[in-house]
């Protein structure tokens, strides 16, 4: 007869094999990961030796025929040319991380930029990120994000200057290095042009909350919906409440789906204050608000909010993955609007106004 005990020991070894398989996946997979640097090595070794780019081009295509006979698909000539470009990015090979596969790597191989690519990579290991998960990371432009709204934020700093973020698991985070702008809700397959109401906003962020939780980044967990504060007789309803442990406070979102208001941001000072009162418990950092809408005007957070804000933020969504063009137009109206800070906030100082 089974007893409580057997069930334990099953567990434990259970888990034991599910462990020595994972490993073996990694090993796995890192040794052809290791295979296709290798690959990219000898290519390029070549291509130096062979100053005829016709002659070069030939041989990839020879290459690229027998391997295909001996070895099946996926030595295609765009594929040996992706190892050539993978050696050229990575050239140290002790500098690559078991943690990623092929795929993930491939990806990786889009990022241009230096630091984006680190960022990316650091991301991936600390988060373990599926290689389906870091592309929704990459097309949705997640640093991109996060870098223009960190610049947005620290330009009303005194030290006005923003700085890479190259991962996200540096010291003295604060709530603008993972706070985006735009958030990008695609997943939730919406058209921008149906009508829509923040009751269905919220069902369907609640319905694909694993999604929503991979786009809020990292360190979030749900906490509740629909949370109601009672006082005076009055009750009051915040959308979604979140707890992030990086951040160590809670989260408060308010779902507007239209233009931001005054008033949009007054409530949300209302619910961070009585989260502060009435909600912390021991060791928690000042609770933070974000009002998510679908439009907003810099001048009403910058005239509604006090200069040395810390605690409320507007961050707008779009239903639908940006494009290249979109995103560099939505950062240079972020640029103008730092200019516009740095100017007010340098006449506020001048005046004494800090704390206005």
């Not at 050696?87 to 491939?106: E, G, I, K």
């Not at 990022?111 to 592309?135: D, G, H, K, V």
């Not at 923003?162 to 990008?184: N, R, V, W, Y």
């Not at 979604?240 to 005054?262: A, R, S």
């Amino acid at each position: 007869m089974e007893t409580e005990s057997d069930e334990t020991v099953y567990e434990d070894i259970k888990s034991i094999l599910d462990l020595a398989r994972k490993n073996i996946s990694y090993a796995v997979n890192f040794s052809m990961v290791g295979a296709y640097w290798n690959i990219g090595r000898i290519i390029v070794e070549t291509q130096n030796k062979r100053k005829d780019t016709d002659s070069f081009d030939f041989l990839i295509k020879n290459f690229s025929l027998k391997l295909i006979k001996d070895y099946g698909k996926g030595f295609e000539q765009s594929n040996l040319r992706r190892m050539r470009q993978f050696y050229l990015m990575f050239p140290v090979l002790d500098s690559l991380s078991s943690a990623l596969s092929w795929t993930h790597y491939r990806s990786l191989l889009k990022i241009e930029n230096e630091s984006a690519r680190q960022f990316y990579i650091n991301e991936c290991i600390e988060n373990n990120w599926s290689t389906r998960e870091l592309e929704r990371q990459i097309t949705s432009f997640y640093y991109e994000r996060l870098l223009s709204h960190q610049k947005k934020r620290k330009s009303t700093s005194k030290s006005g200057a923003g700085k890479s973020p190259k991962s996200l698991s540096d010291q003295q985070i604060i709530p603008e290095d993972i706070i985006k702008d735009p958030f990008i809700l695609e997943f939730l397959g919406l058209n921008p042009a149906d009508s829509l109401y923040e009751k269905d906003l919220e069902k369907l962020l609640i319905d694909h909350l694993q999604t929503f939780l991979l786009e809020l980044g990292k360190g979030y967990s749900f906490v509740s919906r629909q949370k109601r504060l009672s006082f005076d007789g009055e009750h009051f309803y915040i959308d979604l409440v979140f707890y992030n442990y990086i951040l160590k406070c809670f989260v408060l979102i308010d779902l507007k789906v239209g233009k931001l208001t005054h008033q949009d941001l007054g409530q949300m000072q209302m619910y961070v204050h009585y989260f502060t009162r009435e909600m912390m418990n021991e060791g928690d950092n000042l609770p933070i608000g974000i009002v998510l809408c679908a439009d907003k005007t810099d001048a009403v957070v910058r005239y509604t909010l006090p200069v040395d804000n810390s605690q409320i933020y507007a961050s707008k969504y779009k239903l639908y993955l940006p494009t290249e063009e979109e995103l560099k137009n939505e950062i240079e109206t972020q640029q103008h609007l730092i200019e516009l800070n740095k100017e007010t906030v340098s006449s506020h100082r001048r005046h004494g106004f800090a704390n206005v």
